[in-house]
């Protein structure tokens, strides 16, 4: 008997270049023959004249997109970026809503390859490049930056390592910068130069200045600036310009409209340290790069400790407050926009989402995630931002369909997380959803994920503190509670937290700290009802019947449809501690005059 010979597999390393139309869905939706017409025009004018001009073959069409091969990562970036001018300088004359821009992925790998296709974690990684890429740009790994570098003519941004949709480990990837250091400032202007406009949430962290005369203080303050660059990039979506590139301006006289159009950004953060005496003072500013204009700034003055522990102080402080300001400031383009897509309506929905945890901001949050996914079905933000307010409904008690909106956010979570594993908040709702549905112990194990993910979630911090309680350790929950205070001051839902402990402490049968903590909740946000639930169940305790109705009345005012028997479905619920201190709770509640139902 014969044995049969394996099939000899044909292998070589290639640089793959793959590219496909950003928002093709809603071009065709809007006009699907002038779009075919108009996407034909660009691959044969512009696109295939490149490639071929440069070495490569296109291996395949993908409907919107194509996936070519080259001998040579060279040519590859050099055909990517021959095509994009040129398809930009043919589109000038094009609406925005209905001008065609490619994102391009471009790598090195060992191919399979077959007559009409290419295969390999090669290929994969250039494809989930492509999807990361701005419209109009061109994202490469390192593996193809050590073989370009210095040999192509334009330069790279370090977005730093990314976590790219399945793929095992994360990939160090660069951004293509188009030259334009005396370019105008209008991303309409800069696209008639065939650069691409500056991307969404992108930023350069500036080397803070050393104000105080000591030049042994210099490695602190890089310090800070170094650590906020790093922490800056786990923001979801950020486009973060490397430490290298942003330290080439250490100490110079800097023109910061100048800046933006060399590095493509939207936004410069530039700050100070000085030390006087005991006590250390920062100085930051958020700028807008093309307008100078000051969107924010902060003052952190405190007395010095251990330069080590204030150096993460203050950069958590900074990080957290960052992403929320440049959240609002991308809501606030978006306002603006005639034809928002996926990405602008995630920050508007975002942006109201921050402003506060009631139903005011929540319904009109959920309207902006519901569009965006309409757009774009697997948009993992808006996902996660659905998720996270139907658990939030359900954990403050706003809802009377708990387990309902739990169970859908759950399904939608791990919706996100198969498309995205990384995702630090994903995690954190995760988490929070199984506090919701009496497995505290993984919602715990979820929480710590995210902050493995991303150190400055201090909700992550917050939603453990909460667990605690459920798990009858309420003991434990102030701890967990003023680290996230500890990481997150001004948070928007600090008074949440603070309520929390309020909670905690109303378990823990000790009455007058759980009126401090209340009250301190109170005033930091009276918009707060389940906060004056649980103000009057502790004030019943104490025998305060006419200050407990008159929390009572307060939170009636602000939500007039809690009952007792809507607590009773709390969706917390399980450890026999934690029950008998609800049913404390209620009845305090009770005494108080809250609603039977």
Same mark, same amino acid.
């Given at each position: 008997?014969?044995?049969?010979?394996?099939?000899?597999?044909?292998?070589?390393?290639?640089?793959?270049?793959?590219?496909?139309?950003?928002?093709?869905?809603?071009?065709?939706?809007?006009?699907?023959?002038?779009?075919?017409?108009?996407?034909?025009?660009?691959?044969?004018?512009?696109?295939?004249?490149?490639?071929?001009?440069?070495?490569?073959?296109?291996?395949?069409?993908?409907?919107?997109?194509?996936?070519?091969?080259?001998?040579?990562?060279?040519?590859?970036?050099?055909?990517?970026?021959?095509?994009?001018?040129?398809?930009?300088?043919?589109?000038?004359?094009?609406?925005?809503?209905?001008?065609?821009?490619?994102?391009?992925?471009?790598?090195?790998?060992?191919?399979?390859?077959?007559?009409?296709?290419?295969?390999?974690?090669?290929?994969?990684?250039?494809?989930?490049?492509?999807?990361?890429?701005?419209?109009?740009?061109?994202?490469?790994?390192?593996?193809?930056?050590?073989?370009?570098?210095?040999?192509?003519?334009?330069?790279?941004?370090?977005?730093?390592?990314?976590?790219?949709?399945?793929?095992?480990?994360?990939?160090?990837?660069?951004?293509?910068?188009?030259?334009?250091?005396?370019?105008?400032?209008?991303?309409?202007?800069?696209?008639?130069?065939?650069?691409?406009?500056?991307?969404?949430?992108?930023?350069?962290?500036?080397?803070?200045?050393?104000?105080?005369?000591?030049?042994?203080?210099?490695?602190?303050?890089?310090?800070?600036?170094?650590?906020?660059?790093?922490?800056?990039?786990?923001?979801?979506?950020?486009?973060?310009?490397?430490?290298?590139?942003?330290?080439?301006?250490?100490?110079?006289?800097?023109?910061?409209?100048?800046?933006?159009?060399?590095?493509?950004?939207?936004?410069?953060?530039?700050?100070?340290?000085?030390?006087?005496?005991?006590?250390?003072?920062?100085?930051?500013?958020?700028?807008?790069?093309?307008?100078?204009?000051?969107?924010?700034?902060?003052?952190?003055?405190?007395?010095?400790?251990?330069?080590?522990?204030?150096?993460?102080?203050?950069?958590?402080?900074?990080?957290?407050?960052?992403?929320?300001?440049?959240?609002?400031?991308?809501?606030?383009?978006?306002?603006?926009?005639?034809?928002?897509?996926?990405?602008?309506?995630?920050?508007?929905?975002?942006?109201?989402?921050?402003?506060?945890?009631?139903?005011?901001?929540?319904?009109?949050?959920?309207?902006?995630?519901?569009?965006?996914?309409?757009?774009?079905?697997?948009?993992?933000?808006?996902?996660?931002?659905?998720?996270?307010?139907?658990?939030?409904?359900?954990?403050?008690?706003?809802?009377?369909? /708990?387990?309902?909106?739990? +169970?859908?956010? @759950?399904? &939608? =979570?791990?919706?996100?997380?198969? *498309? !995205?594993?990384? #995702? $630090?908040?994903?995690?954190?709702?995760?988490?929070?959803?199984?506090?919701?549905?009496?497995? /505290?112990?993984?919602?715990? +194990?979820?929480? @710590?994920? &995210? =902050?493995?993910?991303?150190?400055? *979630? !201090?909700?992550? #911090? $917050?939603?453990?503190?909460?667990?605690?309680?459920?798990?009858?350790?309420?003991?434990?929950?102030?701890?967990?509670?003023?680290?996230?205070?500890?990481?997150?001051?001004?948070?928007?839902?600090?008074?949440?937290?603070?309520?929390?402990?309020?909670?905690?402490?109303?378990?823990?049968?000790?009455?007058?700290?759980?009126?401090?903590?209340?009250?301190?909740?109170?005033?930091?946000?009276?918009?707060?009802?389940?906060?004056?639930?649980?103000?009057?169940?502790?004030?019943?305790?104490?025998?305060?019947?006419?200050?407990?109705?008159?929390?009572?009345?307060?939170?009636?005012?602000?939500?007039?449809?809690?009952?007792?028997?809507?607590?009773?479905?709390?969706?917390?619920?399980?450890?026999?501690?934690?029950?008998?201190?609800?049913?404390?709770?209620?009845?305090?509640?009770?005494?108080?005059?809250?609603?039977?139902?």
């Amino acid at each position: 008997m014969v044995q049969e010979q394996p099939v000899r597999v044909e292998r070589r390393l290639s640089a793959i270049l793959a590219a496909d139309v950003a928002g093709y869905s809603q071009l065709m939706h809007r006009d699907e023959e002038a779009t075919h017409a108009r996407l034909t025009a660009l691959l044969t004018d512009a696109v295939r004249p490149a490639i071929s001009e440069h070495g490569g073959r296109i291996v395949k069409n993908t409907g919107d997109g194509f996936l070519a091969e080259f001998a040579s990562a060279v040519e590859a970036v050099r055909a990517a970026t021959h095509f994009q001018t040129r398809v930009q300088e043919l589109s000038i004359g094009d609406p925005e809503y209905r001008r065609i821009a490619f994102r391009v992925g471009v790598n090195i790998g060992d191919v399979i390859v077959e007559p009409h296709d290419i295969f390999g974690d090669g290929v994969n990684i250039a494809a989930r490049l492509e999807s990361i890429a701005e419209p109009g740009g061109i994202c490469i790994s390192s593996a193809v930056y050590d073989h370009v570098r210095g040999k192509v003519g334009v330069e790279f941004a370090d977005l730093g390592e990314q976590n790219l949709k399945n793929i095992d480990h994360p990939v160090r990837t660069y951004a293509v910068m188009w030259e334009g250091s005396s370019s105008p400032a209008t991303p309409a202007e800069r696209a008639t130069l065939g650069g691409p406009s500056p991307p969404r949430l992108s930023i350069v962290v500036l080397p803070f200045a050393n104000l105080s005369g000591d030049p042994a203080q210099d490695y602190f303050v890089d310090g800070v600036t170094e650590s906020l660059t790093t922490d800056l990039s786990r923001i979801s979506g950020s486009f973060v310009i490397g430490r290298h590139t942003a330290f080439t301006y250490k100490g110079k006289a800097v023109d910061l409209k100048q800046i933006g159009r060399k590095l493509n950004v939207r936004y410069v953060l530039e700050g100070s340290v000085q030390r006087s005496g005991n006590r250390l003072r920062v100085n930051v500013q958020l700028i807008d790069a093309a307008t100078c204009t000051h969107l924010w700034a902060e003052r952190f003055d405190k007395p010095m400790a251990d330069l080590f522990d204030m150096q993460d102080e203050i950069v958590s402080r900074l990080a957290n407050t960052l992403n929320a300001q440049l959240i609002a400031a991308e809501a606030r383009r978006a306002e603006h926009s005639l034809h928002p897509n996926a990405l602008d309506l995630y920050f508007q929905g975002r942006a109201r989402w921050n402003r506060g945890w009631t139903p005011s901001n929540m319904i009109p949050a959920r309207s902006f995630f519901e569009r965006a996914l309409g757009l774009d079905p697997e948009n993992v933000d808006a996902l996660v931002g659905i998720a996270a307010i139907d658990v939030a409904s359900a954990g403050f008690l706003l809802v009377d369909d /708990a387990d309902l909106r739990v +169970a859908a956010a @759950e399904a &939608a =979570l791990i919706k996100a997380l198969s *498309l !995205a594993p990384q #995702h $630090a908040l994903a995690h954190l709702y995760l988490g929070a959803a199984y506090l919701c549905s009496n497995r /505290a112990e993984q919602g715990i +194990a979820e929480c @710590e994920h &995210a =902050l493995a993910l991303n150190r400055n *979630l !201090a909700d992550a #911090h $917050a939603s453990i503190g909460v667990a605690k309680v459920i798990v009858g350790r309420a003991a434990e929950t102030e701890a967990h509670i003023n680290q996230a205070l500890h990481l997150s001051p001004l948070d928007d839902v600090a008074n949440r937290w603070m309520s929390w402990v309020g909670f905690a402490k109303l378990h823990l049968g000790d009455d007058a700290e759980a009126v401090a903590w209340l009250r301190r909740s109170l005033k930091v946000n009276p918009n707060n009802p389940f906060a004056n639930f649980f103000l009057a169940a502790a004030l019943a305790h104490q025998g305060k019947i006419d200050d407990a109705r008159a929390a009572v009345k307060d939170g009636l005012a602000f939500d007039p449809a809690f009952t007792i028997r809507r607590f009773k479905a709390y969706p917390y619920r399980g450890n026999p501690t934690f029950l008998a201190g609800s049913k404390r709770i209620i009845e305090g509640m009770r005494m108080a005059g809250v609603p039977e139902k």
